[in-house]
Every structure is written in C-alpha cells, then in structure tokens.
C-alpha cells in the first residue's frame, strides 16, 4: 500500500521504469531487424510504436498465462487443453 502511495505522490520513478522499458524494447527490435531484415518497414514502424505499450499490454498477459499455468501445474493438471478454432457459419 505504501509502495502505491509513493506513486500517486511520485510518478517519476514509474514514468522513468515505463521509458527504459520501452527503450529496451526498442532496441531489442532493431538488433532483431538489424541481424535479420525480417521486417517491412511498416511493420517495423508499428513495432517500435507498440514498444511503449510492452508493460501495461503485453507483460499482464504473460504473467496472467504463468500464473494459471504454475497453479495448474501445482494441481497436478498437465494436459494441453487446446483453444477451440473458430468455426464459421456457411454464407
């Protein structure tokens, strides 16, 4: 709570955690497009653009997927369980 408390008082170190986050992101992606020349330029523009959203968009759903998967681990539930493909109607 106190930790909570710091940062609606003092958002620096957040915003300052946020930017490096996202610097390192970039980076990652351009080292990435530097070795491989995977990417179009488009694409590569939107990555670097998504980059700023890694920690609040991407990192809760990872941590969400562990978290489920280690309490299911801990249940002692070890089958796959495979997502349903999305049947369409016939037109």
């Given at each position: 709570m106190a930790l909570l408390l710091q940062l609606v008082h003092d958002p620096e170190p957040a915003v300052r955690f946020s930017f490096t986050n996202a610097a390192l992101t970039a980076c990652a992606i351009l080292s990435d497009d530097l070795q491989s020349r995977?990417?179009?330029?488009?694409?590569?523009?939107?990555?670097?653009?998504l980059a700023a959203f890694d920690l609040f968009l991407y990192r809760p759903?990872?941590?969400?997927a562990r978290?489920?998967?280690?309490?299911?681990l801990l249940r002692g539930d070890k089958a796959w369980h495979k997502f349903e493909q999305n049947v369409r109607a016939e037109a």
């Open positions: 995977m990417y179009r330029k488009r694409d590569l523009a939107r990555l670097l653009l759903i990872i941590f969400w978290l489920k998967g280690s309490w299911r």
